[in-house]
């Protein structure tokens, strides 16, 4: 099929150029993005061992994994004996968390209102986020029961499929499609196609033969080594400047990736989509999330789009995309992206900062929304992730600084102003008012247009500023259930109302004195009005929006159709 397309691609230009599909079932998703190796650990018997770490010549001897439950800011005496500065001995830690440990919290997020699990990579790689991935066709060993055994089949193959056999934990991903399916949970998976890491098996062999070797082309290389030398040239780019993550090269015409790796690519991506390669994608991922998008040219989208939705016309993919997207998914095809422009900063702004009014918040909305048309229903709504601090912190940092440094961002993911060991930073929870801010954002995600998506943990309580202190182990130890229930009670709503997921939106007043923000969803006879006071003191709902509604759902129990107390708010319905 990957033949068909490329030549189709060549004399068919329609394909190439299609813009880009919402697929139906998206506008119906409640997100989960789960980071494998801090979700839960399901099985000690595969915990990785100090031999399975980047570069364990460096890591002490006496290395060992850290416990689920320990204290984040304590250190091991291995961690002691490696460093005196706390960050210096984070990337080595591991905690265990792998496969069966999602499919054991399965009925979890069921009961959460989870309809779609998103993950971040997992992907062989000895890293603990899995960016720098040594293979894209095998899930990591470590994450599987049979991690030795994994390893040597990995071993035996090349970069032909033909060679490529499914091992312990690809076998054990296929259960957890099949058991989160059975569920009506679908998942879509982390894809780095812009970079690997050094030990990919495509660089490891450029590593060693240079320019002899038959990937030599796969690789932005700057200058090979010269043998008649002392000294190694060999040289090559890396994503941002980092040598630990080798890019892929471009064609000649900048416009697309390399034939090697792109052919690879195709092919690991049809084994994710296809596993049994029958024709029927319904045993397979349902989309994928592609990192860095804006690395990648946008001609490889474009064919890998119209590749994909040949195998799979439903296929759901989510670029991410900081800034404004719709032009760029336009161009490239992506169904969605990542809403940090459109929900996530605006968010920042006026929900947890209450730095400007409720009519630009409005406007904000309203001009990223409508540049989406019809794809605004599919966008990933989501206000923290793998890459900024927990919204949590974002909460119990609202008032830390008192201007700030990228106004039009409201610092939403400055590196000083999001980092533990800023001066003045709160690593705390958030105190009273902040609990009441969050569970009025917690409402809003699932009644705003779009797919909500929640980082794990946040539901259970979860704090903690950006990387590294974002990818702590889930609390399961200290689980909230006051914050639990204020995600599970609004997804069950969102659920319960199709008005919230398909419907109509209109704004339908601000007062920016109050911080009184209004809006309906409607869908047919179906009328939803949602109203959220963002003030310091009671607001009077004195709109006639509300004749012949009543309170269905609200954050504060002492919410009615004529008073909203502060910080709070409600759903009206009839």
Request: some cysteine; hydrophobic content about 35%; charged content about 25%.
């Amino acid at each position: 099929m990957l033949k068909k397309v490329l030549t189709s691609c060549l004399f068919a230009a329609s394909l190439c150029t299609t813009t880009q599909a919402a697929p139906d079932w998206a506008k119906d998703i409640i997100w989960y993005q789960i980071f494998p190796e801090r979700f839960n650990n399901g099985d000690p018997s595969n915990d990785p061992t100090r031999a399975s770490l980047d570069d364990p010549r460096n890591v002490s001897p006496k290395w060992e994994i850290t416990p689920w439950d320990s204290e984040w800011f304590d250190r091991a005496n291995w961690e002691k004996e490696m460093s005196y500065h706390f960050p210096d001995t984070l990337q080595h830690r591991r905690y265990g968390g792998d496969l069966q440990g999602v499919i054991d919290k399965l009925d979890y997020l069921k009961e959460l209102g989870i309809t779609g699990i998103y993950f971040n990579p997992i992907f062989y790689a000895n890293s603990l986020h899995k960016y720098d991935g040594n293979s894209f066709h095998h899930i990591d060993p470590y994450f599987g029961p049979d991690p030795e055994g994994d390893l040597a089949l990995i071993a035996e193959e090349s970069s032909n499929p033909r060679s490529w056999q499914w091992t312990a934990a690809d076998k054990l991903f296929l259960k957890l499609l099949a058991e989160a399916k059975a569920r009506g949970i679908r998942v879509i998976i982390d894809g780095v196609w812009n970079h690997t890491g050094r030990d990919f098996f495509a660089f490891a062999d450029i590593r060693t033969t240079f320019q002899k070797s038959r990937y030599a082309r796969w690789y932005h290389i700057k200058e090979f080594d010269d043998p008649r030398t002392a000294r190694n040239e060999f040289d090559y780019h890396g994503w941002y400047g980092f040598k630990s993550l080798p890019e892929f090269a471009n064609d000649p015409s900048g416009n697309n990736l390399a034939p090697g790796p792109k052919r690879y690519i195709f092919n690991a991506t049809k084994r994710w989509m296809d596993p049994n390669n029958d024709g029927d994608p319904s045993d397979g991922i349902a989309g994928w999330r592609l990192d860095v998008a804006e690395e990648v040219p946008a001609g490889f989208w474009q064919e890998w789009h119209a590749y994909i939705r040949e195998i799979n016309p439903e296929v759901f993919t989510s670029a991410e995309i900081w800034g404004s997207a719709a032009n760029y998914l336009k161009d490239t095809h992506f169904a969605a992206t990542m809403n940090y422009r459109g929900f996530a900063i605006p968010v920042k702004g006026w929900l947890i900062d209450g730095k400007i009014t409720a009519s630009e918040f409005a406007a904000r909305l309203n001009q990223e929304r409508n540049s989406h048309g019809d794809s605004a229903y599919i966008l990933q709504n989501l206000v923290d992730s793998h890459d900024t601090q927990r919204v949590a912190s974002a909460i119990a940092n609202r008032v830390t600084w008192d201007s700030y440094k990228n106004a039009d961002w409201f610092d939403y993911d400055d590196g000083e102003r999001v980092h533990a060991r800023t001066h003045g930073y709160n690593n705390g929870p958030p105190d009273a008012d902040g609990r009441r801010i969050w569970k009025m954002l917690t409402l809003f995600q699932a009644t705003y247009v779009g797919a909500p998506m929640i980082y794990y943990g946040s539901e259970v309580g979860m704090w903690g500023a950006d990387d590294p202190e974002d990818r702590m182990p889930t609390w399961w130890h200290r689980f909230d259930p006051e914050i639990h229930n204020s995600y599970q009670s609004a997804f069950q709503l969102r659920h319960a109302q199709p008005a919230l997921r398909r419907g109509d939106f209109k704004v339908l007043e601000t007062r920016d004195g109050s911080q009184l923000f209004a809006f309906e969803r409607t869908l047919g006879e179906q009328r939803l009005v949602i109203v959220l006071n963002r003030g310091k003191g009671d607001v009077t709902l004195d709109g006639d929006y509300l004749d012949g509604l009543k309170v269905i759902q609200s954050t504060d129990p002492a919410a009615n159709t004529r008073r909203l107390p502060p910080l709070s708010a409600a759903v009206f319905g009839p």
